[in-house]
């Protein structure tokens, strides 16, 4: 799963250390070095969990852990730190925590125990999703539709997955610019209209039509079957063009 991390650490060799770590395994990361940053990031952007060292150089995190509950902020927060006492996690449980690892931590566990939180916060207990005859597996990242296996490149399948994760929601052309890029060397808004086409295109050679709706004016959102009952507003759609009425883009 393509996830947007937010790692709270004080000590920058064990964050960039971490950081490392986190990239290896897919997960766009921002980093916060202090916990008043941490809570003000944490306000501001919508992060999938927050990666929370409790020894940080201002106010230590069960401060963070606090403040971000009273702000009543539901992003899901991982403690992640030496402390490893029973009295220190009960702090952190009670403080809002909604897990706490260890460190030195197993990368593999890490990461899994990260997508576990995440797919629970999302209302997803299995790691596989499914919108009428599409299928995505989060673990093995293969889409199938009616059982057959549809190969998408890297990035098509990162938009399908947050079309998936946010479904029924409306998604601007730069929040699909944010979950690919993450902020860093974005290309021209009109590269996710390439995507969504040749997104769509495959989708439907292999029997999913009509997934993806576009809102004009908005962006995109995803359908299924069930959904058929209740179409969009005239006004607030628009037709679909084809691959001719794209601009060309090479490298892709």
């Given at each position: 799963?393509?996830?947007?991390?937010?790692?709270?650490?004080?000590?920058?060799?064990?964050?960039?250390?971490?950081?490392?770590?986190?990239?290896?395994?897919?997960?766009?990361?921002?980093h916060?070095?202090?916990?008043?940053?941490?809570?003000?990031?944490?306000?501001?952007?919508?992060?999938?969990?927050?990666?929370?060292?409790?020894?940080?150089p201002?106010?230590?995190?069960?401060?963070v852990?606090?403040?971000?509950?009273?702000?009543?902020?539901?992003?899901?927060?991982?403690?992640?730190?030496?402390?490893?006492?029973?009295?220190?996690?009960?702090?952190?449980?009670?403080?809002?925590?909604?897990?706490?690892?260890?460190?030195p931590?197993?990368?593999?566990?890490?990461?899994?125990?990260?997508?576990?939180?995440?797919?629970?916060?999302?209302?997803?207990?299995?790691?596989v999703?499914?919108?009428?005859?599409?299928?995505?597996?989060?673990?093995?990242?293969?889409?199938?539709?009616?059982?057959?296996?549809?190969?998408?490149?890297?990035?098509?399948?990162?938009?399908?997955?947050?079309?998936?994760?946010r479904?029924?929601?409306?998604?601007?052309?730069?929040?699909?610019?944010?979950?690919?890029?993450?902020?860093?060397?974005?290309?021209?808004?009109?590269?996710?209209?390439?995507?969504?086409?040749?997104?769509?295109?495959?989708?439907?050679?292999?029997?999913?039509?009509?997934?993806?709706?576009?809102?004009?004016?908005?962006?995109?959102?995803?359908?299924?079957?069930?959904?058929?009952?209740?179409?969009?507003?005239?006004?607030?759609?628009k037709?679909?063009?084809?691959?001719?009425d794209?601009?060309?883009?090479?490298?892709?």
């Amino acid at each position: 799963m393509n996830m947007r991390v937010l790692l709270v650490e004080g000590n920058g060799s064990a964050a960039r250390g971490t950081s490392s770590t986190l990239r290896s395994v897919g997960y766009m990361i921002d980093h916060a070095m202090t916990g008043h940053e941490a809570v003000e990031m944490l306000r501001r952007y919508d992060y999938d969990l927050a990666l929370l060292e409790m020894v940080l150089p201002d106010i230590d995190g069960y401060e963070v852990l606090r403040a971000a509950r009273a702000a009543r902020l539901d992003t899901p927060i991982v403690a992640l730190s030496s402390l490893n006492g029973a009295q220190a996690k009960v702090r952190a449980f009670s403080a809002g925590a909604d897990d706490y690892i260890t460190r030195p931590y197993d990368t593999p566990e890490l990461a899994a125990r990260i997508q576990a939180i995440v797919r629970r916060s999302k209302g997803y207990s299995q790691p596989v999703l499914q919108a009428g005859v599409v299928r995505l597996s989060l673990d093995s990242r293969e889409v199938t539709v009616k059982g057959r296996l549809v190969h998408l490149t890297g990035k098509e399948y990162m938009i399908l997955e947050l079309l998936m994760l946010r479904r029924g929601t409306v998604l601007s052309k730069f929040a699909f610019l944010d979950h690919l890029y993450g902020g860093m060397d974005e290309p021209e808004m009109k590269i996710i209209d390439v995507f969504i086409c040749k997104l769509r295109k495959k989708l439907q050679l292999a029997g999913a039509k009509d997934v993806i709706t576009t809102v004009w004016g908005q962006g995109y959102m995803l359908r299924d079957e069930t959904d058929g009952d209740t179409p969009l507003p005239p006004a607030m759609t628009k037709p679909q063009r084809s691959s001719e009425d794209l601009p060309s883009l090479a490298a892709i």
